[in-house]
């Protein structure tokens, strides 16, 4: 017998002009920026959870931490960042977002967010690249702006698919996690702004704490699995982001080395940056080499690691704990909790399990200057989208300022697309299945279920914490034998209710994204960014034969992932590129 709720499933279509897929930092200013330039078209935001308090600045920030303070240029923080990224970005795209970082700084304050300034009345840095901020209402004032400049808005729906007229991404369908309503939106141009990739990994802190991490843990992948089911070239989801951050905690460290300049101690009191590894660059080495020291140190019996910060005052204390209040105040209880006063204590840090992350990193979609993806129609801005390291939170805005002017002006010259009842009806049955299963499929497989066995192949093979993040070709092809039997059981997924499906999505999700992940890090034969991408048998970095992008594009038919290289030299000889260039192709 049918389940009543199954009975009652409704079906809701919607038309706009541009559909944004998450209500983020990207997505909420690239709705505002759409409705600024476009008054006359129509757009719509979908998001998981609610905008006013979704994705990775939920909780708010105590900075901007990418900025063009006085003396510096678009053109010294692509060389910044180019640097810290070990010789390997998308500079055009560095550089065109860096060119906005005033503009949507200036207009993200015009709407109310308070930037903290000196006496003069100008920005208050904090490191060369960053501004202070009191940001614990960053994210419902940039909802706020989105919903008044007349977008419209959907909460707690969970997008499951793209839909395409033929090669041309023509919107997509979720369904409510409130109600029992499958949703279709069509739409002219869709720009995804999902963020990145969590959950990949098993968690630093597991069982009931194990949503403790640095990065959302509701942030999926979704938004990328979405496009490598449909052909989308991705690139350098190598280049993972293994973060380094205060123990159990896991808030930022930024505060504590930018705020109070506190230096990386090991458990002797060494400043092993500057002594052991100043030929790497000491402090100031590139930010995989700042994660890289404290796993060595931790290797080689003397850790634990501490940021120091016990030459500040007792004032300084008080300051920096309201700094993590405006973004992270989970630290402060517990410093209170555990007695610690970092005056007088230095601050054990560790480094996170790895995610896929386009705004620390640069893993996500191959696009262009107007972010525009290789599938026509599609727009990737934030986290999602690839090439582009060093956002942060400016970085995310610029990003979907451009997609928003593109997209703006490109829907005013194509038709509507077409979708035919067939794709929908795929979609529905495919959204829904592990639902349909409950008491049907005779051995089902739950999501939680699924998802601890992809962690611990991803982190005994694919270089998680447990592996000091090293990995070897042999490691990989095990990685991926077993990650490539995955997905022969989402069709014994069971659910009993809305929730649960969505966490059937959420690991389906992963599970793609991890299957081109390992293709990524196989195919890299170079250790570029170590902690982040450390080969054992190929442990150092090649510019020679390997100063090129690593890109991958799955077959939407066949789910067979080819692997692409694209030289550096073509990205960046000017502002020539265009995603229907081809690629070279990997060798056999």
């Known amino acids: 017998m049918e389940r009543p709720e199954l009975q009652t499933i409704n079906r809701i279509t919607h038309e706009s002009d541009v559909l944004i897929i998450g209500g983020g930092t990207a997505g ?44 510096e240029t678009p053109e010294s923080f692509v060389k910044y960042v180019r640097y810290d990224s070990c010789g390997l970005i998308r500079e055009d795209l560095v550089k065109s977002m860096a060119e906005l970082f005033e503009y949507s700084v200036k207009k993200v304050e015009a709407w109310g967010l308070p930037i903290l300034c000196d006496d003069n009345g100008n920005y208050a840095p904090r490191g060369r ?60 141009a869709t720009i995804i702004a999902t963020g990145g990739a969590a959950g990949l990994y098993k968690p630093n802190n597991a069982h009931d704490a194990q949503h403790k991490t640095w990065y959302s843990p509701f942030n999926n992948g979704a938004g990328y699995a979405m496009g490598i089911r449909k052909g989308a070239e991705m690139t350098s989801f190598e280049m993972r982001y293994v973060a380094l951050r205060t123990k159990d905690a896991i808030a930022p460290t930024g505060t504590l080395a930018l705020g109070v300049n506190a230096p990386l101690v090991n458990s002797k009191g060494e400043k092993f940056m500057q002594t052991r590894y100043a030929h790497l660059g000491g402090d100031g080495a590139p930010t995989p080499y700042r ?3 404290p796993i060595q140190e931790v290797k080689a019996g003397r850790g634990p690691c501490y940021l120091d910060t016990t030459h500040i005052s007792d004032e300084q204390s008080r300051q920096l704990k309201a700094a993590y209040l405006d973004m992270y105040p989970s630290q402060v209880l517990y410093w209170a909790a555990n007695d610690i006063d970092p005056a007088h204590h230095p601050v054990e840090v560790q480094t996170t399990e790895p995610y896929i992350v386009g705004g620390h990193c640069q893993g996500g979609y191959w696009i262009d200057n107007d972010r525009r993806t290789t599938i026509p129609g599609l727009y990737a801005t934030g986290d999602v989208a690839g090439g582009a390291p060093f956002k942060f939170v400016s970085g995310c805005w610029a990003e979907g300022i451009l997609a928003a002017r593109h997209a703006g002006g490109w829907v005013d010259g194509v038709a509507t697309p077409q979708v035919d009842h067939l794709q929908i009806e795929r979609e529905y049955q495919r959204t829904f299945d592990p639902l349909f299963n409950y008491g049907k499929v005779k051995f089902g497989v739950r999501p939680y279920d699924m998802e601890v066995r992809m ?21 990989l092809q095990l990685a991926r034998k077993y990650m490539d039997q995955l997905p022969a059981q989402f069709d014994q997924l069971v659910v009993a209710d809305m929730h649960d499906l969505m966490r059937a999505h959420e690991v389906m999700d992963r599970v793609t994204v991890g299957q081109v992940l390992i293709e990524h890090l196989m195919a890299r034969k170079e250790t570029r960014w170590p902690s982040y991408q450390t080969r054992t048998d190929y442990p150092e970095r090649d510019d020679l034969n390997w100063l090129k992008f690593v890109n991958t594009r799955m077959d939407p038919a066949t789910g067979k992932v080819e692997v692409l290289f694209r030289p550096y030299e073509q990205i960046v000889e000017g502002d020539r590129y265009h995603p229907g260039h081809k690629p070279r192709p990997a060798a056999k």
């Not at 600024?36 to 931490?65: F, Q, T, W």
């Not at 202070?132 to 959907?154: F, H, M, Q, T, V």
């Not at 962690?455 to 490691?475: D, L, P």
């Open 28 to 71: 909420c200013i690239a709705a505002a920026e759409l409705k600024e330039k476009y008054p006359h078209l129509s757009v719509n935001i979908v998001e998981k959870a609610h905008v006013d308090r979704s994705g990775c600045l939920a909780a708010g920030m105590n900075a901007i931490n990418a900025y063009l303070n006085p003396g």
């Open 129 to 188: 690249w960053n501004i202070k901020i009191n940001g614990e209402s960053l994210k419902p004032i940039l909802a706020k702006a989105a919903r008044d400049a007349g977008a419209g808005i959907y909460n707690w729906v969970v997008v499951t698919s793209l839909l395409m007229d033929g090669e041309r991404c023509a919107g997509a369908v979720g369904f409510s996690l409130r109600t029992n309503t499958f949703y279709v939106f069509k739409a002219k």
């Open 291 to 293: 994660a890289y020291g």
């Open 455 to 475: 962690q611990k192949i991803m982190e005994e093979y694919a270089g998680g914490t447990s592996q000091n993040y090293e990995m070897n070709e042999e490691r």
